[in-house]
């Protein structure tokens, strides 16, 4: 079931090309989808308001155009107005800010933008990157905070940041090494800024399924038929697994394990597992309920 009136927004289509699955398509392809300002704060509204979405289950986030699915951050305007704009020296000494106040400045900057990209991971409906052409620095923390990659045979790969003097600080160097598990390849491609393509992202496991053909069309179908799949089964079940997977991450085994007791001492009271059982006796689709 697609929402009855999806809310629109100026840099991104909503759209639901199958029942209970949203469609988030970053809309600027004539800046091959490179985000300024507005765009991660409308952003992290899609992905809030998705999250509490009855009508959405499984989110497909790709790019605009044959370009690129984001070339990252648009460093041009960051460069002329935000944080990597030269500090004017016309002030005077007395009405200029002092390093701790420009460092206070930037690090709120620099969280709010952490909190707009980390939206994708907190949002309670899993998310599948569809990925193609270029994916580059914030493309790479987009694509980390995803619970599941998949890319066209041509899709190019690079953490940039060092390219521009800074480190990368929006989520990849603290998301990559556990979306990967190695550690030598994550500073490998962290410390060089090298190109990295899809059969390499395949092979180290930062994507999870590489289309035999280039373009876009070939990886978004798989990426909707994907979240087509996961959308037709228990959203109390969904939600769950992924809640747990990520709290577990960060936690170890037994802690994982306990609140797994807790979550499930709750979520076991839903009807969705009595329905789900009885489909399958049956040899019928399971219906479930909104949540």
């Not at 933008?113 to 599948?128: G, H, L, M, T, W």
């Not at 989520?171 to 090298?194: E, F, P, Q, Y």
């Not at 089964?233 to 960060?250: D, M």
Request: aromatic share 8%; charged share 20%; glycine share 8%.
């Amino acid at each position: 079931m697609a929402a009855t009136n999806p809310p629109s927004y100026k840099y991104f289509n909503l759209s639901y090309p199958l029942p209970f699955v949203a469609h988030v398509e970053i809309n600027r392809p004539e800046k091959m989808n490179a985000f300024i300002e507005p765009m991660w704060l409308e952003f992290r509204d899609i992905f809030t308001h998705l999250s509490h979405d009855p009508s959405t289950r499984a989110i497909v986030l790709s790019g605009a155009g044959p370009q690129a699915f984001t070339s990252g951050l648009d460093v041009l305007a960051a460069s002329q107005s935000g944080v990597l704009a030269p500090q004017s020296s016309a002030s005077s000494s007395s009405t200029q800010k002092d390093g701790a106040r420009i460092a206070t400045d930037v690090r709120r900057h620099i969280l709010e933008f952490q909190d707009c990209i980390s939206a994708v991971e907190r949002c309670e409906k899993p998310v599948v990157a569809a990925l193609h052409g270029y994916t580059l620095g914030l493309g790479i923390d987009i694509a980390v905070c995803c619970d599941v990659r998949m890319c066209a045979a041509e899709t190019r790969f690079a953490v940039k940041e060092v390219d521009i003097g800074l480190a990368a600080d929006i989520g990849t160097l603290s998301r990559l090494v556990k979306v990967v598990g190695a550690g030598s390849w994550v500073k490998d491609v962290c410390l060089s800024g090298r190109f990295f393509g899809a059969k390499e992202a395949g092979k180290v496991g930062f994507v999870s399924w590489v289309a035999e053909k280039a373009g876009k069309e070939a990886v978004l179908e798989e990426a909707i038929k994907w979240a087509g799949m996961v959308a037709g089964k228990s959203p109390v079940a969904v939600q769950g697994t992924k809640e747990l997977l990520n709290w577990s991450r960060e936690h170890n085994v037994q802690d994982g394990l306990r609140y797994t007791s807790v979550w499930n001492s709750a979520m076991l009271q839903s009807r969705d597992v009595t329905n789900a059982m009885t489909a399958g006796m049956q040899k019928k689709p399971p219906r479930f309920e909104k949540l």
